[in-house]
């Protein structure tokens, strides 16, 4: 089980593992153990995760969001299988706890008139500043 907040738990039926051998340091080890871990969660169909969350947690998965909406976390970066496994899951854990902050509204604004006028006199001078330099006529 995996604890999110006070409100959301994740179950171990929710989630699959699978094991696969992994690339990366390990001598003669790597061949014959596999320590990477595969660590699927079915988001889409979670009871655990409210809908909002859902959506803004595809956002954020990015590529590790299949058509069937599971989430696909892949974890190679020890020799050990159990602290992959461990890697894996706290790495979920934090994905859906930012999935859980829902983002601020944008609050549309105006510029100042100062703010406008300050820009376009910045730019009648850097128009004038290119203006001069064209070529130059030999005759005057």
């Known amino acids: ?3 999110i907040n006070e409100d959301i738990t994740i ?19 790597v061949n014959k153990v596999s320590t990477a871990v595969e660590l699927r969660f079915e988001a889409s169909t979670s009871p655990s995760l409210p809908p909002p ?6 956002r954020l998965a990015g590529r590790r969001w299949t058509l069937e909406g599971a989430l696909i976390i892949y974890c190679e970066e020890t020799r050990s299988q159990a602290r992959n496994r461990d890697l894996a899951r706290d790495r979920l854990a934090d994905l859906i706890r930012k ?3 829902a983002p601020k509204r944008r609050i549309a604004t105006r510029p100042t008139l100062g703010s406008k006028k300050r820009r376009l006199k910045a730019k009648k001078v850097r128009g004038e500043v290119k203006s001069m330099r064209g070529k130059v006529d030999p005759d005057s």
Not at 53 to 58: E, G, I, M
């Open 1 to 3: 089980m995996i604890r």
């Open 11 to 29: 179950q171990d039926w929710e989630l699959t593992e699978s094991f696969v051998r992994s690339s990366g340091p390990g001598g003669q080890n």
């Open 53 to 58: 969350v859902k959506t803004r947690l595809k």
């Open 99 to 101: 999935a859980l902050v």
